[in-house]
Nanobody
Framework: QVQLLESGGGLVQAGGSLRLACAAS????????MGWFRQAPGKEREFVAA????????RYSDSVKGRFTISRDNAKNTMYLQMNSLKSEDTAVYYC?????????????????WGQGTQVTVSS
């Protein structure tokens, strides 16, 4: 069974940094674009960032652009999200996902496989 496992979440003070990781259980995932989404309490899930299979293409939401960096290491079947200058509004459960459709897609309906999420809490 295909699995995505997020790690690296936690509690951090505003202005701090965290690095999330998403490990894929199958090597075939290195062929596909991947993304990060987040969902805060009482809000809909929202796009954070996406990356192409090679890592050469990336896309960010306006709310995280310049603060977050998405990357991947295909040799390790792992995608990362480096989060700097964290704000209280970044508090959410963060999910990684894989899309079989390619490209840099911001809509969660375009993603086919999802992890279970990791909590990020930013205290002000």
């Amino acid at each position: 069974q295909v699995q995505l496992l997020e790690s690296g979440g936690g509690l951090v003070q505003a202005g701090g940094s965290l690095r999330l990781a998403c490990a894929a259980s199958e090597r075939t995932f290195i062929r596909y674009s991947m993304g990060w989404f987040r969902q805060a309490p009482g809000k809909e899930r929202e796009f954070v960032a996406a990356i192409t299979w090679s890592g050469s293409g990336t896309r960010y939401s306006d709310s995280v652009k310049g603060r977050f960096t998405i990357s991947r290491d295909n040799a390790k079947n792992t995608m990362y999200l480096q989060m700097n200058s964290l704000k209280s509004e970044d508090t959410a459960v963060y999910y990684c996902a894989v899309t079989l459709g390619g490209g840099l897609r911001p809509a969660d309906r375009d993603y086919d496989y999802w992890g279970q999420g990791t909590q990020v809490t930013v205290s002000s």
